[in-house]
């Protein structure tokens, strides 16, 4: 969910995953008479993950292994201002424990800078 001024230019910011967002930015969708706008968003994800060669270890023979959470989910919220061709935005990701025993669930924040050469 995004909300703000001149939402039409983009689709919101990418991550550090790049399985959502987008690096587009159309400058032709701006409303008339203004060059920039502004977006709060927040969203979340689920995924179920069979096998994870970080947690589950080596394919081919014995190695260290953790016992894993097989459903894993992220909660993200954030900030997007544009100025142009110009994007700035801060996302926050919450992820959900991803193996037992793990001492407290991952955090982080991405601050990403996009610009849209126009060709």
């Known amino acids: 969910m ?3 001024r001149n939402l039409r230019v983009d689709y919101g910011p990418p991550h550090i995953d790049l399985n959502t967002g987008a690096d587009y930015i159309n400058t032709d969708r701006l409303a008339p ?7 709060l968003f927040f969203g979340g994800e689920a995924r179920a993950v069979a096998h994870n060669i970080f947690l589950d270890g080596n394919d081919f023979k014995s ?3 953790v016992d894993k959470i097989p459903a894993v989910g992220d909660l993200e919220l954030g900030l997007a201002v544009f100025y142009r061709h110009l994007r700035l ?3 926050y990701i919450y992820r959900s424990p991803e193996f037992i025993h793990q001492n407290a ?3 982080y924040g991405t601050l990403s800078l996009s610009l849209q050469l126009p060709f």
């Open 89 to 91: 935005a801060y996302t």
């Open 105 to 107: 669930p991952d955090h």
């Open 2 to 4: 995004r909300f703000g």
């Open 63 to 65: 190695s260290a292994h």
């Open 33 to 39: 008479g203004t060059d920039w706008g502004f977006y």
